[in-house]
T-cell receptor
Framework: AQSVAQPEDQVNVAEGNPLTVKCTYSVSGNPYLFWYVQYPNRGLQFLLKYITGDNLVKGSYGFEAEFNKSQTSFHLKKPSALVSDSALYFCAVNDYKLSFGAGTTVTVRA | DTGVSQDPRHKITKRGQNVTFRCDPISEHNRLYWYRQTLGQGPEFLTYFQNEAQLEKSRLLSDRFSAERPKGSFSTLEIQRTEQGDSAMYLC??????????????FGPGTRLTVT
């Protein structure tokens, strides 16, 4: 079975500082990896995906993610965090259905 | 708005009652998915349709749960004899058939079910 893991329940950063949200994956074959964000009482919004090609993927709202095959990781990054980035972030792998990690709550303090 | 819509947004019901949720996907999307999300957890897959055919059901989908997509457009998810453990957010998503593995799924706002 394909799965992802998010080792951190919470990440706290100051506004303007770099933000990293970690994700590791376990798949057989080529991984199709996604990041989604969820704001309170709302559905999931797609941020970015890795399918093939460049290991650095750029997505919405200034987010990017780095695919690392040797470390089986797909960490989400943002060079300069904003207070409005405070939300719940999910990593997921697609096997005709999405399997999500448990989520990481990001809090950006002003 | 051409996104995924779900109705109702909130449902409070008493244990033992039946409930039905509706999902309207993005019109050109062939695939429709249902997920369940409990507090503090990531969404868990329940079932998905390709057009009107239900292709896969999770073991989470007990006999009390049934989903339909009668004309390959909207879908309904029914829970019979609700239990308190059914309290969760029920999310619907859709995606095109082509490139099904690589294409992102678009999610609706969800239906929050509370069973009292």
């Amino acid at each position: 079975a394909q799965s992802v893991a998010q080792p951190e329940d919470q990440v706290n950063v100051a506004e303007g500082n770099p933000l990293t949200v970690k994700c590791t994956y376990s798949v057989s074959g080529n991984p199709y990896l996604f990041w989604y964000v969820q704001y309170p009482n709302r559905g999931l919004q797609f941020l970015l995906k890795y399918i093939t090609g460049d290991n650095l993927v750029k997505g919405s709202y200034g987010f990017e993610a780095e695919f690392n095959k040797s470390q089986t990781s797909f960490h989400l990054k943002k060079p300069s965090a904003l207070v409005s980035d405070s939300a719940l972030y999910f990593c997921a792998v697609n096997d005709y259905k999405l399997s999500f990690g448990a989520g990481t709550t990001v809090t950006v303090r002003a | 708005d051409t996104g995924v819509s779900q109705d109702p947004r909130h449902k409070i019901t008493k244990r033992g009652q039946n409930v039905t949720f509706r999902c309207d996907p993005i019109s050109e999307h062939n695939r429709l998915y249902w997920y369940r999300q409990t507090l503090g957890q990531g969404p868990e897959f329940l079932t998905y349709f390709q057009n009107e055919a239900q292709l896969e059901k999770s073991r989470l989908l007990s006999d009390r749960f049934s989903a339909e997509r009668p004309k390959g457009s909207f879908s309904t998810l029914e829970i019979q004899r609700t239990e308190q453990g059914d309290s969760a957010m029920y999310l619907c998503a859709s995606s095109p058939l082509n490139q099904a593995l690589s294409y992102e799924q678009y999610f609706g706002p969800g239906t929050r079910l509370t069973v009292t």
